[in-house]
């Protein structure tokens, strides 16, 4: 049995979108009394609904900075921790963007979170607005051991959206990469946020390792069914808010879909 699989009990889980407003190192900001507050009305509503899992990201952090600074390591710490221990049934991660999976794994630590994501793991990548990505899956897994949090799964975005290959290479062979460098799960999204991968891709990630892969964007109620057959389970963020935030209605229209109400 996966790691992920010993942690996630339910056949192909869900893990619901927890975003953040702005942190109060930047001037949009509500405070971080009100981001706790926002943090857990979303889990409140996940658990309520029966999703399996929650991932936390400073996704209003606008413009996003490529590394965490130490006041963003204090503040996702605090956030992670109080959903962490309001948490009675989701599994929680943690993901600060835009690519700092050391970071990440920090305050997945200090808080009892049970995994991360990260974008960049094995891909060569650019954006324009970034430059290109540190890719160092070896320093990451060593970095998880040396913090003594191997018990912290990883999972790894294969070729992310929004972002361009430097290094041209199939699905089949990233997922390997993937696989071979110690991702726990294998994360395949669509081209944007809100667009679902095509399944053969999804096959091909899956041929190409025995590690878990699971989808990272864009399903919903009329193509839930017909991907999770592809797939080891899903992100879903797009598909259960509204406003920024989870809406329990558009949750429970996804689980009412899938037939897990």
Known sequence: MSRFNTIFKTEKPLIGMIHLPPLPDYSSSPGIEAIIKSALSDLKILEAMGIDGALIENEYDQPHRVSATRQTFEYMTTITTAVVK????????????????????????????????????????????????????????????????????????????????????????????????????????????????????????QNGSTTPVIIGSGLDCENANMLLDHCDGAIVGTALMKDKVVNAENVKALLKSMGRL
């Open 86 to 205: 309001a948490a009675k049934k989701c599994v929680i991660g943690v993901e600060i963007l835009l690519n700092d999976p050391k970071a990440s794994l920090d305050v997945a630590k200090a808080s009892g979170a049970n995994f991360i994501r990260t974008d960049y793991f094995v891909d060569q990548m650019s954006r324009p607005e970034y430059g290109e990505f540190k890719i160092d899956p070896e320093g990451l897994i060593n970095y998880r051991n040396k913090i003594n949090a191997d018990h912290i799964l990883i999972m790894a975005d294969i070729q992310v959206k929004y972002a361009t290959m430097l290094q041209p290479r199939t699905i089949s062979a990233s997922a390997t990469l993937a696989s071979h460098h110690g991702a726990d799960v294998i994360v395949v999204s669509g081209d944007a946020t809100g667009d679902a991968p095509v399944t053969i891709d999804l096959d091909n990630a």
